[in-house]
């Protein structure tokens, strides 16, 4: 299986497919060559980024992942200040080290081909890279493609078939699930909650210290990146003009000390939700959850939710929901996708709502089969959503549309825990295949490309 500590990834924003993604391709390409020992021969590095990835690829920070990437920095540890000095000098001395390396001639206006018009067959979101010695000689060259969620896959891995209809996967664990009928009977054979057979199953990747100290730094992540959402004041970057409002609001619900009454339930998830988002838009740092442009719903309904009588975070209850959100997405991932670019909208908020859903319904003592009913019911208000945004930044309606979805998942969740298995006339593998023919029928005009929808309707914001 996948680990839900893949599903979640530290990186920048403001797109997971479009940056994180990249960054790591950019990155993986200097160790290929690094491998062979050709990489102090290399002239010339020459980047094409296809389909989606130059469609919206300056608005989402691709041309930039791209050569951060290649200058060797890693998505998780990468400081914003620091990568905006680093490209300044990249530009200014026409001159990129690689992987801290090795240096070499490079414009990134010359070197990386924004070719919008190629839409490879495997994956919109396809990046070549070839390499080449002082004499034009190709030392390298590879296709890579940026998957979603800041997953990347070479065109050997995506073309290579799965047996018996099953994802292949690497490790072995106990309680093996490709679906989440067979999680559900897993749960009832076992006796475990969702969240109990998925970090019995993470026990097959690493210690069981390892993983809980992992799910808490993603729960710590989540929090600074709120917390730095709701400090920053200003106009986000891009030319939309877009304001800040995460700030304003959270002034105002802290002002009332009544104001985490029920009634604004909506005006704190919304400010939650809306402050991670505009980080993810400014280039800050945000967990994929399970990408950059949803990142805000997860951390929202975690911050309003997982906290002790005096509204401390709660360590065991942040587990509890992260491990069955994880269980969720990887559903999601591995029978479907998660790349807007593949999927639409549906494919990101939908997906994140639907594991909002999933470990809000856990958190409140919810059966798996009402976890799965609450996923389920999180994805089918939100099918056919469409990927559109204006100006090819993740800001219109991104924003926004993050604090609408931590709004759903937790109805979705109350919803469930009223509903028995008996009621449900869908299930959550019939929502995400019904997701993935729906992603697989939506016109590219209408998938995170900019051609179609709001992106082309919105003149001036």
């Not at 599903?7 to 491998?35: D, Y």
């Not at 102090?40 to 094409?48: F, G, K, L, S």
């Not at 699930?177 to 690493?206: H, K, M, P, W, Y």
């Not at 100290?213 to 917390?227: K, N, P, R, T």
Request: with cysteine; glycine share 10%.
């Amino acid at each position: 299986m996948l680990s839900v500590l893949d599903i979640f990834r530290i990186g920048i924003g403001p797109s997971s497919s479009h940056t994180v993604g990249p960054m790591r391709i950019g990155a993986l390409f200097v160790r290929a060559l690094a491998k062979r020992g050709k990489l102090e021969d290399v002239a010339r590095i020459a980047v094409e980024l296809q389909g989606s990835l130059a469609l919206t690829g300056v608005g989402h920070g691709t041309v930039d992942a791209s050569v951060l990437g290649l200058a060797g920095f890693v998505p998780d540890r990468t400081c914003p200040d620091e990568a905006a000095a680093t490209l300044a000098r990249i530009r200014a001395e026409g001159r990129i080290m690689l992987g801290g390396r090795h240096a070499i001639a490079f414009d990134p206006a010359k070197d990386i081909d924004l070719a919008g018009h190629i839409i490879p067959d495997l994956h919109p979101n396809g990046m070549k890279l070839v390499a080449r010695d002082a004499a034009g000689a190709v030392l390298l060259d590879r296709t890579y493609y940026s998957t979603g969620g800041g997953f990347v896959a070479s065109e050997a891995q995506l073309k290579r078939k799965p047996r018996n209809d099953r994802v292949e996967t690497g490790t072995s664990v106990p309680h093996d699930f490709g679906s989440a009928e067979e999680l559900l009977t897993r749960c009832d054979q076992e006796g475990l909650s969702i969240a109990e057979l998925v970090l019995a199953n993470e026990d097959a990747f690493r210690p069981r210290e390892k993983t809980l100290a992992g799910i808490d730094l993603i729960a710590q992540a989540m929090d600074q990146c709120i917390d730095r959402g709701l400090a920053q004041r200003g106009i986000l970057p891009g030319g939309l003009k877009v304001e800040r409002r995460a700030p304003d609001l959270w002034d105002k619900l802290s002002a009332n000390p009544q104001s985490n009454e029920r009634e604004q339930l909506f005006d704190w998830l919304n400010c939650f939700a809306m402050a991670v988002n505009e980080e993810n838009a400014a280039g800050g740092r945000v967990v994929t959850a399970p990408t950059n442009g949803a990142a805000g719903i997860i951390p929202a309904v975690v911050r309003f939710y997982c906290v002790t009588s005096d509204e401390s975070p709660c360590r065991d209850s942040r587990r509890t929901f992260l491990l069955t959100a994880g269980a969720i997405g990887l559903l999601y991932k591995q029978r479907a996708s998660i790349s807007g670019a593949e999927m639409g909208c549906q494919g990101e908020v939908g997906v994140a709502c639907s594991m909002a859903a999933g470990g809000l319904a856990a958190l409140w003592g919810a059966s798996p089969a009402q976890v799965a009913s609450a996923a389920e019911i999180g994805m089918e208000h939100n099918l056919g959503l469409t990927c559109d945004p204006v100006g090819g930044l993740v800001q219109v309606p991104c924003i926004e549309r993050n604090a609408i979805g931590a709004v759903k998942a937790v109805n979705a969740a109350r919803l469930a825990l009223h509903r028995t298995g008996a009621e449900s006339c869908v299930s959550l593998d019939q929502v995400i295949e019904t997701m993935r023919q729906t992603g697989i029928d939506m016109s590219s005009k209408y998938k995170e490309t900019s051609q179609g929808g709001l992106a082309v309707n919105v003149i001036e914001c």
